[in-house]
């Protein structure tokens, strides 16, 4: 359970694994750069209406260093601790955002299960980040408590995908906002109602994450137009 709706765990990655990952996201973004340049585009990138790479969804399909990541054993293991399960979870709903330097954006203030409706006891969000993080490279900002407070209003359309929507900041002036500022490699487990964004990247240096769902196998209570969904154990 998550009282507080979040949990934070750091050593879950060794040296190598960490640098292997940090090697992956940078030859990701430079292929999706080499690509676009060339006219090579893939249905995975998600660019902004600055010609930004945003994200590469389906992040664990995309890449099997991501899969791997997401089936981390001590990731799954304090997964099925906060779900309260001993069953087989699924990655649900991935995503790499590698947030270039000066200008580069992930997400902004929004709620996870705006978008599948499903039982907040049964899923539960993460989000790795593989390199330090402050406000200045976009570290992500929770709004304590909001998790509490069912599914807030969302209209502020988004300038990579016309159907995500943000919550306007006025909407929150009311919580307390809560910056994580770590050394990275770590993770962040937090309740899919959690209201949650990150700053831009304003920094000299790329700010590398990965975010999706945590599932149990056997839940199929969400929606479903998603194809994002890789069994684990």
């Known amino acids: 359970m998550l009282p507080d709706g979040y949990y ?74 906060l779900l309260n399960t001993s069953e087989s979870l699924d990655c649900y709903i991935s995503k790499f955002f590698p947030m270039q330097p000066h200008t580069g954006t992930s997400t902004f203030m929004h709620q996870d299960n705006f978008y599948f409706n499903g039982d907040n006891k049964k899923i539960l969000s993460c989000a790795v980040y593989l390199t330090d993080t402050n406000k200045q490279n976009g570290c992500l900002r929770l709004a304590k408590g909001s998790h509490t407070k069912g599914i807030l209003k969302h209209e502020i359309s988004s300038d990579v995908n016309k159907f995500i929507k943000w919550i306007d900041d006025n909407e929150l002036k009311d919580y307390d906002i809560i910056d994580l500022e770590f050394k990275g490699p770590y993770a962040v487990f937090f309740d899919i109602n959690m209201v949650h964004g990150c700053y831009p990247n304003k920094s000299d240096d790329f700010r590398y994450s990965l975010a999706w769902e945590y599932i149990e196998s056997s839940n199929t209570d969400v929606v479903d137009w998603y194809e994002d969904r890789i069994k684990l154990y």
């Open 8 to 81: 934070i765990v750091h050593d879950f990655l060794s040296k190598e694994e960490h640098s292997h990952l940090l090697d992956v996201s940078r030859t990701l973004y430079e292929d999706a750069q080499f690509n676009k340049k060339n006219g090579a585009d893939d249905p995975s990138y998600a660019w902004d209406d600055n010609g930004q790479l945003n994200k590469i969804e389906s992040a664990c399909l995309f890449h099997p260093a991501f899969k791997n990541l997401a089936s981390n054993p001590i990731l799954v293991q304090t997964s099925k601790k």
